[in-house]
């Protein structure tokens, strides 16, 4: 799966040595230290056109151009983003699938004020750099909490757009967000940016725009890195629970209509809050973990 490769190629960029759970799963497996310097580095982003060539994040706002042991400073948003603690800050990116005819990179952070943002900047194709000034800004949801803020990008198979947003934090969803048909988190939304450049460009999306901004997943909790299979288009979905089971959920290509990942009614395969609706059907996962 290419969620685990990208875990350890993130443990890897951080200079962190292999957990022995980690190797303990995965026989076989090395890490290798391949960059240091780094400031807490949270995700990578290939490039395309540049066999060896990632995008690196910095929780605390800056992008790297790293390739071959040689390095650049993309663009620095620190002035944007908030990262207190440990869950808020520059947090995913995701790259024009036609890059670099449309040189846009996407990016998931939480803004001055602790909220969500989805923005995007046009890079210079050519040089790989991108001017913080030019942040265009597609999608705000407010936070009522510092943690559970999702994070990830990815298009999927379909062009579409994937965010994936937690259910607000605190502990439990208090405020039930994750099975709320209204509410924006605790989802995982897709947004169609072409329909918003054309329809809704310049206005910041706040609510669901049926064929523009969809909530398809509901029931999640945190889901902080999910991918699609560049082979089959399955979606794999990593989500962290409460405080007992972490779990990984596997979605077929094509995706249903949508799709219900059970919490807080489940942690894991566990139930962890009674009373779900008679008759609800819910995408169990296909891998699950105890803290014990």
């Known amino acids: 799966m290419r969620s685990l490769a990208l875990l350890g190629l993130s443990r890897a960029f951080a200079g962190v040595a292999c957990a022995a759970p980690l190797m303990a799963m995965a026989q076989g497996i090395t890490c290798e230290d391949v960059a240091a310097g780094l400031r807490e580095p949270v995700a990578l982003v290939a490039v395309p056109n540049h066999a060896h060539a990632l995008l690196v994040l910095e929780r605390r706002g800056r992008v790297w151009f790293w390739e071959a042991g040689h390095r650049h400073l993309v663009m620095d948003l620190r002035n944007h983003v908030r990262a207190q ?3 808020q800050g520059l947090l995913g990116a995701a790259l024009d699938p036609a890059f670099p005819r449309r040189a846009w990179l996407y990016l998931h952070f939480t803004d001055r004020r602790g909220d969500t943002a989805v923005a995007r900047v046009r890079m ?8 913080a000034s030019s942040l265009e800004r597609l999608l705000a949801v407010r936070q009522p909490y510092a943690n559970h803020n999702g994070g990830h990008l990815a298009f999927g198979p379909d062009g579409w757009l994937y965010i994936g947003l937690g259910d607000g934090g605190s502990a439990g969803d208090p405020h ?7 509410a924006l988190l605790g989802k995982m939304l897709r947004l169609h940016v072409r329909r918003w450049e054309r329809a809704w460009r310049p206005k910041v999306l706040t609510r669901p725009v049926p064929g523009m901004l969809e909530i398809w997943g509901v029931g999640l909790r945190n889901p902080w890195r999910y991918d699609f299979d560049p082979h089959t288009g399955d979606l794999y979905i990593a989500d962290v629970g409460q405080d007992r089971w972490e779990e990984v959920n596997l979605v077929r290509w094509p995706l249903p209509a949508q799709a219900n990942f059970g919490w807080p009614y489940f942690e894991g395969r566990h139930p962890y809050r009674a009373h779900a609706p008679r008759g609800a059907r819910f995408v169990m996962p296909i891998a699950e973990y105890s803290h014990a």
């Open 176 to 182: 039930g967000f994750a099975q709320n048909p209204q």
């Open 124 to 131: 210079d194709p050519q040089a790989l750099r991108a001017d």
């Open 85 to 87: 603690g440990m869950e």
